[in-house]
């Protein structure tokens, strides 16, 4: 099982199909006990949509007859309960004068249990017994008995095994739970490796806030911010920005920045010094580097690349092979330690960066679907 990602959102791994199959085996041979020999013929109630894959599992494994009906409520929006039940779909038979199991996929707050009692003794059924496949047990307050629990579990969003997220994911066997964590991904990769092409796709294909170091500098600077005012009297004088300073502004961007799924950093760190300022940033939140995405090219492509783009933006100076080698040779001096330093962590992966723009992307599309 990897992660799914369902419109703007991704998920985890929760519960596998097989841990479902066991929890309606057991749930099942109570029910069945409780029904042994029964002469009426019970009602399932079946909860669209939500229950559909749950009611169809639980039947198979039923041993007694039974009649199937079916009716839709709704109290969910996106990841969110209204609080408010309403009846999307009417039931598709009639349960007066029958013993009436409700089925339901997930009971949290209880409103739409409340509501298919009160419908059930309206409609005249003779008992009503209700049996779901899991339990919010922290948020379920309401004096209503649950018969019939086949699996406990957190109050997370989920999905899959016919639950959804804006009716997408239902179809999954297994079960997911929204990946709410915050992820934080740093870009390396020598000049010319094509960070800046693939910076965008990453940015757009999983939500993320770009964070490039030079770009954030010159923004706070604009914007007058405190950091950025300080970083301008240091950069007028002809002194360098301390990473203090940088690490600040970085900060800052992890808690202003809203509605994405995770960050993405570029030029930064580059140092052990910085390294070691992120994780201990990061730590405060208890958050962490998510990975490493390294981009790599052999130094022959270094030099074809970056004699390429400088005789295309007409930059003859960055076209010698003196200049090439220092880049190169800075770059290597720098990144390296920080190589060994996140591979130590196991959060270093290496993408080829030989293939065409498309090719390379799809590596890191499927590096970062891990995660």
């Keep these: 099982m990897s992660n799914i990602r369902l419109n703007d959102k991704s998920f985890r791994p929760?519960?596998?199909y097989g841990k479902l199959e066991e929890a309606i085996d057991g749930v099942a041979a109570r029910i069945n006990k409780d029904f042994e020999g029964c002469t009426d013929i019970p009602v399932l109630l079946c909860v669209l949509n939500g229950s559909i894959?749950?009611?169809?599992?639980?039947m198979k494994r039923l041993t007694f007859n039974c009649e199937i009906i079916s009716m839709k409520l709704s109290s969910y929006v996106g990841t969110k309960s209204t609080g408010k039940t309403r009846e999307v779909m009417g039931m598709t038979g009639?349960?007066?004068?029958?013993?009436v199991i409700i089925v339901e996929d997930i009971v949290d707050t209880g409103n739409t249990i409340v509501?298919?009692?009160?419908?059930?003794?309206?409609?005249g059924a003779a008992e009503t017994r209700i049996c779901t496949l899991l339990l919010k047990p922290e948020v379920y307050r309401k004096d209503i008995k649950l018969?019939?629990?086949a699996m406990e579990i957190p109050n997370d969003f989920i999905v899959g095994f016919g639950l959804d997220y804006d009716e997408l994911g239902r179809n999954n066997k297994d079960i997911y739970v929204l990946d709410s964590k915050m992820k934080y991904f740093i870009l390396f990769g020598p000049p010319g490796a094509g960070k800046g092409t693939q910076a965008t796709a990453m940015v757009e294909n999983f939500n993320l806030c770009h964070i490039s170091t030079g770009e954030?500098?010159?923004?706070?600077?604009?914007k007058g911010t405190e950091l950025g005012l300080k970083a301008k009297a240091l950069i007028d004088n002809g002194q360098l920005v301390p990473d203090e300073v940088v690490e600040g502004m970085i900060e800052n961007k992890f808690k202003t920045v809203t509605g994405v799924a995770g960050f993405l950093l570029d030029g930064f760190p580059r140092t052990i010094a910085q390294a070691e300022a992120l994780d201990?940033?990061?730590?405060?939140?208890?958050?962490?580097?998510t990975s490493v995405v390294s981009i790599m090219i052999p130094d022959e492509m270094i030099r074809e690349r970056i004699k390429h783009r400088a005789t295309i933006e007409g930059r003859a100076d960055d076209a010698s092979?003196?200049?090439?080698?220092n880049r190169i040779s800075t770059y290597h001096a720098k990144t390296e330690p920080l190589i060994e330093y996140y591979t130590k962590a196991g959060k270093y992966e290496e993408i080829d960066g030989t293939g065409t723009i498309d090719e390379v992307g799809a590596k890191i599309a499927d590096l970062m679907e891990r995660f």
């Design 280 to 289: 201990k940033m990061l730590a405060k939140n208890d958050e962490e580097v």
């Design 115 to 123: 509501d298919l009692v009160r419908i059930m003794k309206e409609k």
């Design 321 to 325: 092979d003196e200049t090439i080698t």
């Design 53 to 58: 894959m749950f009611t169809a599992e639980l």
């Design 147 to 149: 018969d019939y629990v």
């Design 216 to 222: 954030l500098l010159r923004g706070e600077i604009a």
């Design 94 to 99: 009639s349960v007066e004068g029958k013993r």
């Design 14 to 16: 929760f519960i596998p």
